[in-house]
């Protein structure tokens, strides 16, 4: 599959359509399994799948509305600017997820950066693609309610985000930041049985407000007990359900 190119926001290159397996995992993503089929059906006869390598840009942040996404194989860091106008990571997105849409529906810039960390497959429904659908008359006006539901599934895990960062206790605060990054936070079906983690531990410091020596700390010690293993600027949750547990745990004395 070739590479693609980022053009004005959007993707260009060979277009490459979903087989069946494909298919199947897109309809079993939370976003699209939560829609008629009918809609479905739409959302996949018109889009396509694209490949980028790792480093690759899909879109940065002030690039005008294009295309949404959802990513097939593979996982992309969503970077967004801090105070010192600088992109720092906020996020991974992983197999199942879907984004794009709130500049496809607003036309205004994006507002986040988005980079290939591995290499990615992902399915692509372009700008006109969307207009297409949400005018459709035999989607019963109702199309335009699916693309902002995904909106709103995704400010969930920005308010997730918050609400971890206002847990006490910085081991449990850590973990739920990893079970995040990991996708173990969203309740979704579609988790990886021991996700990686492209990010340095500086990032994860910064993800979870605090200094990279309680960081390191609390890595080595969960690498110890077999928990998650340590590579260059790479973790791997090996055991997610023992975090889950604990951080469960946590918001349940807490609550």
């Known amino acids: ?23 199947q995992f897109l309809r079993g993503t939370d976003w699209l399994n939560s829609t008629p089929t009918s809609f479905q059906d739409a959302v996949l006869a018109r889009g396509y799948l694209a490949s980028f390598a790792p480093g690759k840009v899909v879109y940065d942040i002030g690039d005008p509305p294009g295309s949404m996404m959802g990513v097939v194989s593979g996982h992309v860091a969503v970077s967004t600017v801090t105070r010192d106008g600088l992109p720092r990571l906020s996020h991974i997105l992983r197999p199942g997820d879907w984004f794009g849409a709130a500049a496809v529906l607003t036309r205004e810039p994006r507002r986040i950066r988005v980079l290939a960390q591995v290499p990615l497959q992902m399915f692509v429904l372009p700008l006109r693609e969307v207009d297409a659908i949400i005018n459709d008359p035999s989607m019963r006006s109702d199309a335009w309610r699916h ?15 918050a609400r971890d960062l206002l847990i006490r206790n910085s081991d449990v605060r850590c973990f739920a930041v990893l079970l995040r990054l990991g996708g173990y936070r969203r309740g979704k079906g579609l988790v990886e049985s021991e996700p990686e983690l492209d990010l340095a531990q500086e990032e994860l410091a910064h993800l979870a407000n605090l200094s990279r020596n309680a960081v390191g700390t609390i890595l080595r010690e969960l690498e110890r007990t077999h928990v998650i293993e340590i590579a260059y600027k790479r973790l791997k949750l090996l055991k997610p359900a023992v975090l889950v547990r604990q951080v469960n745990e946590y918001e349940q004395d807490h609550h």
Do not use: C, P, W, Y
């Open 1 to 23: 599959m070739n590479i693609q190119s980022r053009t004005n926001g959007t993707v260009s290159g060979k277009h490459l359509m979903a087989n069946g397996s494909e298919n």
């Open 147 to 161: 693309f902002a539901r995904l909106i709103v599934s995704n400010q969930d895990v920005a308010v997730g985000a």
